[in-house]
């Protein structure tokens, strides 16, 4: 996998000149998340909307149908490799929280595998009398048997960690335990971690993440753990990992200064070695090779490599002082490298080719890498599903729009399906097209649309436009039942954007708008919408849009800046106070995409758009659905809180629902999740159907 793509999202930049005083903010008060005042508005709030919406007559079949798609003992439990086991997580009706299961290869592969329970989080939450939300494993490589489990509490990225017996299926008595915090851990032998989370006051970057990595000692105290590295507060933070390969473990230490730069560093014996390559690159190890995808041209070896490119080298020859890469992959102009993963010996490389999906898998031949396409087709992505260094077994899926996620298995016999969702809505007579608008300056914009073959192009569908447009994250064609059920079964038309700030074409594409280049993701954005009124798909009274976290900003931008273009604005988990972002939780991590807003001249151009300062008197804004939750400590609810309530005191009606659970999403549990869609499905469909 790609080291940067496994981390946790942060930065501050070093000290600027402050802006101007700002005027007082209102209602600042509800930045306190749990506090009494905060709550009862949270309260109110909430009964006010479920009141309206969960009465209207498509509430309960939505939440019925989404129950149901959400709890179907149909979904593909998807496979996590360890060993010769196969583990999955499953969550369900009976048991709501989930449980952490295996199987044996055969079993998996078999009509009905035969799964053993290996942790119960339902009956540990009763237990311990609290809500945990199941947030992974790390497991002692080769044998699997002492794992680290992750405990959330409602869903938080804040973790307890706890060492787990998969043999005796119990938590090791005396074992190692990491009390709650933003905290990454590897193991190093049985009987020492590498740590990073909260050691105490200091030992946190003004991001929110770890400031140093320790190396902790089973039957040792947790401060006296030796400090492997520690970085400055104002960075984004330090990460402890660790990779194998089929010949070896490396263990490693990850150092992030901003967001789109980091190191890498192995540890050998006690010291950790710098791996000199650029910030923005990420790594993979497959055998003796390390692999780097480029985001920049990097002059190596007396070659300049292209950014994009997948280059490769032995690593030790490349820590003995050698540059002679070898190209694995070098993309075209409309085409990328989504990830990389590894067997034990194939390097499998997703790419997108004009946001199409396809699966490549490299290999080393008498020194050279050569590579073939893995057979999948249609419209739609492709992704690993799981692998091993063990052996060159692997797991990926395929999936689109209308066509059901479909789990393959790639081995010495070829390719063959594992697994096939059921059809869970009726795709009869759907169609997917792709079309492309053009932005204020020029580009190309490129997105998809969902709908019934032969609508009547007159401008009454009522449509859902949804993108995201930063952060290099690609927005690819996907299997949504949810969305399949309650809207595009219902006449709806689907739209996804591919606008810039994603990765649809590479670095580039991202880059393009970033700091003060914002405002051409929301063109792009803007651009779409008035497209699909340009070809009478829809109308600005039918169309609707919607956006989460980065993608909520999007969305809340768009609401601003054009409002007579949109009737209906879902805003979730948003950014909407760019003036303080960077003061809120995790918020300081995601200045190398916005700016600084204390520096004077990066905050002018973010205050052109930051949606709670942009909102304004005497303005035709459609009434807004924000959703949030509680125990979201990456984006502060904060943010949606208190622009709910600042278009309230100038007179704009707004929904708004906040769930008390669900970290950085719209619940842990899938009734839960299902109220939080039905919400949010029927608030459109009330304001583009009706």
Same mark, same amino acid.
């Given at each position: 996998m790609k080291l940067r793509n496994a981390l946790v999202l942060g930065l501050l930049l070093p000290a600027a000149?402050?802006?101007?005083?700002?005027?007082? @903010?209102?209602? $600042?008060?509800? =930045?306190?998340?749990?506090? !009494? &005042?905060s709550m009862e508005w949270v309260q109110a709030h909430n009964r006010a909307t479920t009141d309206e919406l969960e009465a209207h007559p498509a509430y309960r079949p939505i939440y019925d149908r989404t129950l149901q798609i959400l709890n179907s003992r149909e979904r593909i439990a998807f496979p996590d490799v360890r060993g010769e086991w196969i583990y999955n997580f499953w969550q369900d009706q009976e048991k709501p929280r989930g449980v952490w299961r295996r199987t044996r290869w055969d079993s998996y592969l078999s009509a009905t595998p035969q799964w053993e329970t290996v942790l119960d989080v339902d009956s540990l939450s009763r237990a311990e009398s609290v809500a945990w939300s199941w947030a992974g494993a790390s497991c002692l490589e080769p044998q699997e048997r002492l794992c680290?489990?992750?405990?959330?509490?409602?869903?938080? @990225?804040?973790? $307890?960690?706890? =060492?787990?017996?998969?043999? !005796? &299926?119990?938590?090791?008595?005396g074992g190692f335990f990491l009390p709650e915090a933003k905290q990454s851990i590897a193991w190093r032998g049985a009987d020492a971690l590498i740590v990073g989370r909260d050691f105490g006051e200091g030992t946190m970057t003004t991001s929110g993440y770890p400031r140093s990595v320790r190396l902790w000692r089973r039957g040792t105290p947790l401060q006296s753990a030796t400090t492997l590295m520690e970085v400055p507060a104002t960075d984004m933070g330090v990460w402890a990992t660790s990779i194998r390969t089929a010949d070896r473990t490396w263990y490693a230490v990850s150092h992030r200064p901003s967001f789109f730069e980091g190191t890498m560093h192995l540890l050998q014996g006690d010291r950790l070695v710098k791996l000199d390559l650029p910030l923005d690159a990420d790594v993979s190890l497959v055998r003796d090779q390390m692999a780097v995808y480029l985001r920049s041209p990097w002059q190596a070896g007396g070659t300049t490599h292209p950014a994009g490119s997948l280059i490769a080298m032995p690593i030790d020859r490349f820590l003995a002082g050698q540059r002679n890469f070898q190209v694995v992959v070098q993309p075209g102009e409309r085409s990328t490298i989504q990830d990389v993963s590894a067997t034990r010996d194939f390097l499998l490389v997703s790419m997108l080719n004009n946001v199409r999906g396809e699966l490549r898998k490299f290999s080393l031949r008498d020194g050279r890498w050569t590579g073939e396409t893995v057979p999948a087709s249609g419209v739609g992505s492709v992704g690993v599903a799981s692998t091993s260094p063990d052996h060159n077994r692997f797991f990926f899926s395929f999936t689109g729009f209308t066509q059901p996620t479909t789990l393959f298995l790639s081995d010495e016999r070829g390719v063959r399906e594992v697994r096939r969702l059921p059809a869970m809505f009726n795709a009869a007579g759907l169609v997917t097209e792709q079309f492309e608008a053009t932005s204020k300056d020029g580009t190309r914009v490129p997105y998809f649309v969902v709908r019934k073959e032969g609508v009547a192009l007159d401008g009454t569908n009522p449509t859902l436009l949804?993108?995201?447009?930063?952060?290099?994250?690609?927005?690819?064609?996907?299997?949504?039942?949810?969305?399949?059920?309650?809207?595009?079964?219902?006449?709806?038309?689907?739209?996804?954007?591919n606008i810039r700030g994603g990765g649809e074409f590479g670095p580039a594409w991202h880059r393009a708008g970033l700091k003060e280049n914002r405002q051409r993701v929301y063109d792009d954005f803007i651009a779409v919408a008035e497209d699909l009124v340009t070809r009478r798909i829809t109308t600005p009274r039918r169309l609707g849009i919607m956006g989460g976290s980065n993608g909520g900003l999007l969305v809340g931008v768009a609401l601003t800046q054009?409002?007579?273009?949109?009737?209906?604005?879902?805003?979730?988990?948003?950014?909407?106070?760019?003036?303080?972002?960077?003061?809120?939780?995790?918020?300081?991590?995601?200045?190398?995409?916005?700016?600084?807003?204390?520096?004077?001249?990066?905050?002018?151009?973010?205050?052109?758009?930051?949606?709670?300062?942009?909102?304004?008197?005497?303005?035709?804004?459609?009434?807004?659905?924000?959703?949030?939750?509680?125990?979201?400590?990456?984006?502060?609810?904060?943010?949606?809180?208190?622009?709910?309530?600042?278009?309230?005191?100038?007179?704009?009606?707004?929904?708004?629902?906040?769930?008390?659970?669900?970290?950085?999403?719209?619940?842990?549990?899938?009734?839960?999740?299902?109220?939080?869609?039905?919400?949010?499905?029927?608030?459109?469909?009330?304001?583009?159907?009706?």
């Open positions: 000149p402050l802006v101007a005083q700002q005027p007082e @903010d209102p209602f $600042q008060w509800l =930045e306190d998340v749990e506090g !009494a &005042r680290l489990v992750r405990l959330s509490r409602g869903g938080a @990225d804040a973790v $307890q960690v706890r =060492e787990f017996d998969t043999q !005796a &299926r119990r938590f090791v008595e949804y993108a995201y447009g930063g952060f290099e994250a690609a927005q690819t064609p996907s299997y949504n039942a949810t969305v399949g059920a309650a809207w595009l079964e219902r006449g709806g038309v689907y739209v996804l954007a054009r409002p007579e273009l949109f009737n209906a604005v879902v805003v979730q988990v948003p950014l909407l106070d760019m003036r303080r972002y960077n003061k809120l939780l995790a918020g300081a991590s995601w200045m190398a995409e916005y700016g600084n807003p204390d520096v004077p001249e990066e905050w002018a151009y973010i205050s052109r758009y930051s949606p709670y300062q942009n909102v304004r008197a005497g303005q035709r804004y459609p009434r807004v659905l924000f959703t949030t939750t509680t125990r979201d400590d990456r984006v502060h609810p904060g943010h949606a809180r208190k622009m709910a309530a600042l278009m309230e005191s100038m007179g704009y009606p707004v929904y708004y629902f906040e769930n008390t659970e669900g970290g950085h999403g719209s619940g842990v549990t899938s009734e839960q999740r299902a109220r939080t869609l039905a919400i949010t499905y029927t608030y459109l469909l009330k304001r583009l159907a009706d």
